[in-house]
């Protein structure tokens, strides 16, 4: 008796020489390494993929990619409540008063 192979798809066994897989990818992607580049951090030379984590790591930063899809707040938008704004001005006059003051004693 002669050994056959079986490929089974949605639970229907068909011989594996009768068998063509669908025109798809495999899945499987190359991607290429990173290019070398000069961090504006530290100005050091990093290369390739392990060069970047480096740097991030180093320099306790992460990559702008990272920050897609994130809320985006403006440079002049502030999250305080207004008693919290009342309070940061009032502690900022009285530390103000107390410098002033330290000087005329």
């Known amino acids: 008796m002669a050994r056959s192979s079986w490929v089974y798809v949605n639970g ?5 020489g009768d068998y063509h897989a669908p025109e798809t990818p495999s899945g499987v992607a190359f991607m290429p390494d990173l290019p ?3 961090s504006p951090v530290d100005g050091k030379h990093y ?3 392990a060069g970047m984590r ?3 790591a180093r320099n306790n930063v992460v990559p702008v990619a990272d920050l897609q899809g994130l809320p985006t707040l403006m440079s002049n ?3 305080r409540t207004p008693e919290q704004k009342k309070h940061m001005a009032e502690s ?5 008063i ?3 003051n330290r000087h005329y004693k």
């Open 12 to 16: 229907v066994a068909i011989p594996k």
């Open 92 to 96: 900022r006059k009285r530390a103000i």
């Open 47 to 49: 290369s390739g993929r």
């Open 36 to 38: 070398d580049f000069i």
């Open 98 to 100: 107390d410098q002033v």
């Open 54 to 56: 480096e740097h991030n």
């Open 77 to 79: 938008s502030d999250m």
